[in-house]
């Protein structure tokens, strides 16, 4: 089966995507201004977004990565597991975390409080997308690309047990494929 036909819907366009990154971008680039700005994306979701949103950010910036997993399969297995640590220095910097869905708030909640330790000016969050429906933290993004349904979605870097990262738009998964999973 190609990605494609594992797709009930298409949520968030290709076009609708590019506008959203220049959007933000422009804001960040705009807020950050005079400040040091290290663009934290957290792997692998964030990657296809972090990509396309750094294109877009014209202030002096640094970027990094970090690697947690909560999910398996269609779920969220609550308990974060930490797997790849910042390679530069957070101290002085500020930090804004690029994250590809905020969904119960958890994994984020737990980055906010990794960092929080280590000197950092500042952290704040930009997500991609924010599904408040199933909100689990008491913690909100401050830049949000699109506010979206209940809805498990892959593409753009959004993964299904790793499948679908590499669909350019963001489509909401045929419960199909994960039904026949199970
Ligand atoms: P949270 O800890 O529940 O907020 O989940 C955050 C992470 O779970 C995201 O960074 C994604 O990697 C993953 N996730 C949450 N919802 C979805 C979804 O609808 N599709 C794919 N991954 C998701
Ligand atoms: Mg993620």
Known sequence: MSPQE???????????LKEICAGLGKQISKDYQ??????????????VFMADLLKEITCECMIDFMAVSS???TKTTGV???????????DGKDILIVEDILDSGITLSYLKKVLADRNASSIKVCTLLDKPANRKSDIKADYVGRVIPDEFVVGYGLDYNEHFRNLPYVGILSPSVYNSDK
């Open 71 to 73: 999910y398996s399969g």
């Open 6 to 16: 594992g797709i009930a819907e298409v949520l968030v366009s290709e076009a609708e």
């Open 34 to 47: 005079g400040k040091n700005l290290l663009l934290v994306s957290v792997l692998k979701g964030a990657v």
């Open 80 to 90: 974060v597991k930490f797997k790849k640590d910042l390679d530069v220095n957070p």
